[in-house]
Nanobody, 128 residues
């Protein structure tokens, strides 16, 4: 059973930084791509960033490109999301997600409907 547990959310002022972590268990972490999504109140869940199995390929939503960085430590079974220059519109619950297969393309990782496993999320609140 794949389990994903996010941590690191909190309240931060606009312009500040946070680092989210997602600890994975239940399968060989290094064999699967990982992704971050977010959902703001009243909005649909949206793609934020994704990373390939080795970490050599990364993908970002246009809204976070240049501000957020996704990375992974396969020895620790953990994926990270470093968020800098945070804006009030980044306020959302952030979810870690992964697929049940070995797909690692942008198309396969950027659609919430295509993800098979989800964490419970961590809340990020950015005050203005």
């Amino acid at each position: 059973q794949v389990q994903l547990v996010e941590s690191g959310g909190g309240l931060v002022q606009a312009g500040g930084s946070l680092r989210l972590s997602c600890a994975a268990s239940g399968r060989t972490f290094s064999s699967y791509a990982m992704a971050w999504f977010r959902q703001a109140p009243g909005k649909e869940r949206e793609f934020v960033a994704a990373i390939s199995r080795s970490g050599s390929s990364t993908y970002y939503a246009d809204s976070v490109k240049g501000r957020f960085t996704i990375s992974r430590d396969n020895a620790k079974n953990t994926v990270y999301l470093q968020m800098n220059s945070l804006k009030p519109e980044d306020t959302a619950v952030y979810y870690c997600a992964t697929r049940g297969d070995f797909s690692s393309s942008y198309y396969s990782l950027s659609r919430a409907a295509g993800m098979d496993y989800w964490g419970k999320g961590t809340l990020v609140t950015v005050s203005s």
